[in-house]
């Protein structure tokens, strides 16, 4: 077994716990979470260090802007607050982040 299949499965052969359901919220709710792990908001889970990586950050910004672009008249109203509300908190990390 390689290193790389350990750390994708834990090491425990493939067997893996039980995930969230996908949902939109769940898929909106992973991108902020990356995008604070490259603004260097909270540490990423592998190395345990916080490092800041501002173009990414921009990517998933980006990528949430394509997100509503694509879902738009197709979101509950909970989910679009949702959407609007991280893409907020983002850009107004993007904006400290660049002064």
């Known amino acids: ?4 299949t350990e750390i994708a499965d834990g090491g425990n052969g493939g067997a893996m716990g039980k995930m969230p359901p996908a949902t939109f919220d769940f898929l909106v709710h992973t991108l902020f979470t990356q995008a604070l792990m490259a603004f260097g908001r909270i540490p990423n889970p592998i190395t345990n260090k916080a490092m800041k990586n501002i173009p990414t950050a921009k990517h998933f910004i980006d990528t949430l802007d394509m997100l509503e672009d694509k879902t738009r008249g197709n979101l509950t109203s909970d989910e679009r607050k949702l959407l609007e509300e991280v893409q ?7 904006v400290e982040a660049r002064t």
């Open 1 to 4: 077994m390689s290193d790389e």
């Open 88 to 94: 907020h908190q983002l850009r107004t990390l993007y």
